[in-house]
């Protein structure tokens, strides 16, 4: 192959190649002559902007942040300058030279025949490696393998982990380029590859170049800092010159319309010029559309969308390039650089979440250096309107959300601790904290962490020592990450390398038969015991929620009324800044720094304005901002008007959900929204709720105990407690539980602390203005309104309470008392542990204050010796006879047995000997007085048979007490 290169050299300089003039000839000089001879047979006039700022960083050896928006030619400002390097450095035999990371499959297939147009020509192979490449093609590269491979974090997990004969190739590699890094830094996936890297350096010993390309970054010094690790060479942040001109609309839909989404996709249709991509904020509404424009008459359409199967959406993307797609209607998937041609519009159904995901979305269009991107918001209704407006307004002032970064995310690093093990190594402790130490996202990581996480998955069997400080793979490993089919508990082995998050589902079942499944956020966020649902075209109630196994139990029903609407999630996350934009326009008015959005928009913008602001000026009420706070009572609901951002007003909404269910019981609920929050709830008005969390000195105390009865710490202690091995219920007291806990924490204060928010409210820094009662509700009271209800959900409380009984007695009041639930809850909890489970419980008399007292089964004997309630067991022989009648199941006949209270032991033993069943529904002990009449008695139910001498001692001892006592 020198040979090859010295003559394409030679031939190179022998021409003259002057397709570049100026500056951009002086720039690709730098780069070696065969290169710059493929610039010109590329067709090449002039270089792009980021090109010419990246490529001498990149020469000089610096890590690079790459920024330009899409189109730019980020990938060959990082190709270029690496294959002149390759062209001139002295390869060390077979291995990869260049690692090429995309967090996107969708991508790879377009990359590689990017790169190797370049690579191949200059004698390079080019390699890929993600879950759909055919198997042929992957042992293929085991014969001819790649300098430049192209793949995703998942696949280099892989690689690292558990590919062991080709795991040595990648200790060649020079160069780490990052694609997309938008998508990944914060993310648990960033989190993975930034600790692959320092893994990867590890294994090498090579100080490798690292490359990130990125459209758009919010925080780029922090970006950058977060993939170079341990790297001690020099970062570069280049930005390719400004955004591409931009030019929007905003689309209304007309307000006859009884359906919105309906009335949308007409307006949509007429918007249309092809080829156009239209992008939705969830699959379900990307199906709808299709739908109805296919009623409509288009033909020449596709759907593209993660539950897309990867060979549909490789031909649809390829009929894209080829012109033969007029319309595509996508969620994300379209949103980061993926080859599909030329587009001419993109229409946006309904605004995005984030101003970063606008730009993504709207560079898709005009899909070159010159060429205007014009981009369409199609708004349902004057919120939608504004919400455009907003998003709009803030990039024309520059700016974008910086990135959420999680710090220390126990759940990636019990991942990476397995995955290191993996390889069938006993691995020294203080080897892997040092290199994940070096790990931007885990360089605060502490050792008595690190050891707590490590203890954790010891004691669950997927690490076990091998040494007093080297660790190797537990028997457990394999019982959780399955190489043959899933339970409902475990997962699929290759599911253990990636943290691309799918939803569970819980399995809806009516009997033995499973009629359905319903999303895991859905059931945790809606639904309830005693709702009904709909699916498969008919009606269910549902009968119990099992949280551990993910079943619903339903029965069939004909009520439609308390019918729970089929939940579409997946709505965009909003940010704080674009809630204070939407209240700072409508106090100020609109007024956009860039001449961005066209004239008849800007008119639908201050009509939408006026309607929305007339009702605060008619009512006099002042407008929401951050220091003043609204709040309407609509009767069976309060609502509170602020800037919160979805993060910050979920954080809020569950604190007041938290207080609301601590007083009223289950039968309350928050809608949480950037823009407002309202409570449901009979008895609990906002002011007591804030007059209770006061200053919020104790705030961050209370949210702990909030989470535990909100639906977000299900879903998170789902997600997480596979990797520190749980298949089951994970207590409280785990490291799990505790970490599911502050990773939320952490996420919803991200954008401003709550703490903070009470502190103002109670000095008066924040001023309330509460609306006079009796007063319509406002437009955006309105919008909350139409929100799904989020109620409060509790784990299975059966283990807590058990824990809380365990080798003690008491009664419903001291438990609901100790966790802070109302005692309906708690009395209806203990009724339901009494009839069986794993946390079999059991009622007595307290024959000194006449209360019942609940405690275990399992420790009723203990208790009853016990000094405290030993008298509770023990006859005074008062009466000579009782009369035990017991019932075996409800409705049966009593069988009925007489005991002699001077021979108590053997009475029982006798009629223990004579019961049919272990099981007694009701035990009722009656005393017979001197004159053989039944005297007034008392009843247990849900007896086991181990429990019945303990409950007849119980009923004799009090019985006596009471007749003693008139």
């Known amino acids: 192959m020198a040979a090859l290169l010295r003559a394409i050299t030679r031939a190179s300089m022998d021409e003259d190649n002057n397709c570049l003039s100026g500056e951009d000839l002086e720039i690709a000089s730098m780069l070696h002559p065969a290169v710059q001879k493929l610039v010109c047979e590329k067709g090449w006039r002039q270089l792009t902007p980021i090109q010419r700022k990246a490529i001498p960083r990149i020469l000089a050896g610096d890590n690079v942040l790459a920024m330009a928006p899409t189109g730019h030619g980020k990938t060959e400002a990082a190709l270029l300058p690496v294959l ?54 992957r042992m293929k590269r085991h014969r001819t393998v790649p300098e430049i491979m192209i793949t995703t974090p998942e696949s280099l997990e892989i690689d690292l982990d558990w590919a062991t004969k080709f795991r040595k190739y990648y200790s060649t590699v020079s160069w780490v380029i990052i694609d997309e890094v938008h998508e990944l830094v914060g993310t648990k996936r960033g989190a993975q ?110 759907v593209h969308h993660s539950s897309v199967s990867h060979e549909l959406r490789e031909s649809i993307e390829d009929e894209m390039r080829k012109g033969n797609i007029d319309v595509v209607i996508a969620t994300k998937t379209l949103e980061l650089g993926i080859d599909v041609g030329c587009i001419n519009k993109v229409i946006m159904f309904r605004p995005p979440g984030q101003v970063v995901s606008l730009l993504q979305r709207v560079g898709r269009s005009g899909h070159s250096v010159d060429e205007v991107s014009k981009g369409a918001i199609i708004a349902l209704d004057n919120m939608d309107i504004l919400v455009s407006a907003s998003l709009i307004s803030l990039l024309a002032d520059g700016y974008l959300e910086k990135p959420y970064m999680i710090e220390n995310p126990l759940d990636v690093l019990a991942r990476e601790i397995v995955g290191w093990v993996l390889r069938g190594e006993n691995v020294s402790l203080d080897t892997i904290y040092r290199v994940i130490r070096r790990a931007y996202p885990f360089r605060n990581l502490e050792w008595t962490t690190f050891a707590e996480v490590i203890s954790e998955m010891v004691k669950n069997g997927i690490l076990e020592y091998s040494g007093s400080n080297t660790i190797r793979l537990g028997k457990n490993f394999f019982n959780i990450w399955r190489f043959d089919q899933k339970w409902r508990s475990s997962r699929m082995f290759t599911e253990f390398f990636t943290f691309i998050s799918e939803s569970t589902m819980f399995a809806v079942r009516s009997g033995d038969k499973i009629v359905g499944y319903l999303d895991d956020q859905y059931v945790f966020r809606i639904l309830r015991v005693g709702d009904v649902i709909r699916i498969g075209g008919r009606l269910w109630r549902i009968s119990r929620i099992d949280e551990d196994n993910m079943i619903i139990d339903v029965s069939p029903t004909d009520e439609s009324n308390s019918m729970i609407p089929l939940w579409r999630g997946e709505s965009p996350t909003r940010s704080r800044a674009v809630a204070e934009k939407f209240y700072e326009m409508l106090s100020n008015g609109f007024n956009i720094n860039n001449n961005i959005l ?135 007291e785990s490291v799990v539980f505790k970490e599911a806990v502050r990773q939320i924490l952490e996420d919803l204060e991200s954008e401003g602390s709550v703490r903070s928010f009470f502190a103002g409210l109670s000095s008066g820094e924040i001023k309330i203005y509460i609306v006079p009662k009796r007063t319509p509700p406002s437009p955006i009271s309105k919008k909350i309104l139409s929100t799904p209800l989020i109620r409060p959900w509790l784990r299975d409380i059966s283990y807590i309470v058990a824990k809380l009984l365990k080798g003690f007695a008491m009664t419903v009041t001291e438990v609901a008392e100790a966790l802070e639930l109302p005692e309906k809850i708690i009395e209806n909890k203990l009724k339901e542990m009494r009839k069986g489970g794993p946390y079999r419980a059991i009622q007595f008399k307290d024959v000194d204050t006449g209360e019942w007292r ?65 099981e007694i529904y009701e035990v009722r002990v009656s005393p017979i007085s001197a004159l053989g009449l039944r005297e007034a008695s008392i009843a247990y139910y849900n007896v086991p048979k181990e429990a019945f001498p303990y409950i007849v001692k119980n009923a004799i001892a009090y019985i006596e007490k009471m007749s003693t006592s008139y």
């Open 598 to 732: 066209d004239k008849g928009s800007v008119k639908l913008v201050e009509g939408a304005l006026e309607e929305i602001r007339s009702w605060f000026v008619k009512n006099k009420i002042p407008i929401p901002s951050r220091d003043t706070v609204v709040i309407e009572d609509l009767g069976e609901e309060e609502v509170m008007l602020y800037p919160f951002g979805d993060k910050m007003a979920e954080a809020v909404g569950y604190l007041f959900l938290y207080i609301a269910s601590k007083k009223e019981g289950m039968d309350v609920g928050v809608r949480v929204t950037p823009f407002g929050i309202s409570i449901k709830a009979s008895n609990t008005s906002l002011r007591t709720i804030l007059k209770e969390i006061g200053s919020g000195e104790y705030v961050d105390e209370i949210m702990g105990e909030a989470l535990k009865r909100s639906p977000k710490l299900s879903i998170k202690v789902k997600e997480i407690q596979h990797s520190f091995g749980y298949m089951g219920r994970v207590p409280e």
């Open 193 to 302: 590859l930034a600790v692959l890297l320092e893994r990867l350096y590890n294994m090498s010993g090579r100080e490798f170049q690292r490359i990130l390309l990125s459209a758009t970054v919010g925080d780029p010094e922090k970006v950058a800092r977060y993939f170079s690790g341990s790297s001690q060479r020099n970062i570069s942040i280049v930005k390719g010159g400004g955004y591409k001109d931009l030019m929007f609309s905003i689309v209304s839909i007309d307000e006859k319309n009884n359906d919105p989404i309906e009335g949308g996709v007409k307006e949509l249709a007429k918007s249309i010029e092809p080829p156009t991509l239209v992008f939705t904020n969830s699959r379900y509404i990307a199906e709808r559309i299709y739908e109805s424009l296919e009623k409509t008459g288009f033909k020449r359409m596709a």
């Open 84 to 137: 002149s390097q390759m062209l001139q450095m002295n390869k060390d035999g077979k291995g990869i030279y260049v690692l090429y990371i995309t967090p996107l499959k969708a991508l790879i297939n377009d990359l590689t025949l990017r790169i190797e147009w370049w690579a191949s020509r200059l004698g390079f192979n080019v390699g890929r490696k993600h879950g759909d490449v055919p198997q042929i093609e």
């Open 854 to 918: 609940w405690a275990l089964v399992e420790d009723l004997e203990a208790i009853s010796k016990s000094p405290e309630f030993q008298a509770c067991f023990m006859s005074k022989g008062i009466y000579d006879h009782i009369e035990c009648s017991l019932k075996y199941e409800p409705g049966s006949a009593q069988v009925k047995f007489v005991i002699k209270t001077s021979d108590l032991d053997e009475g029982i033993k006798r009629i223990l000997e004579n019961m049919s069943t272990d």
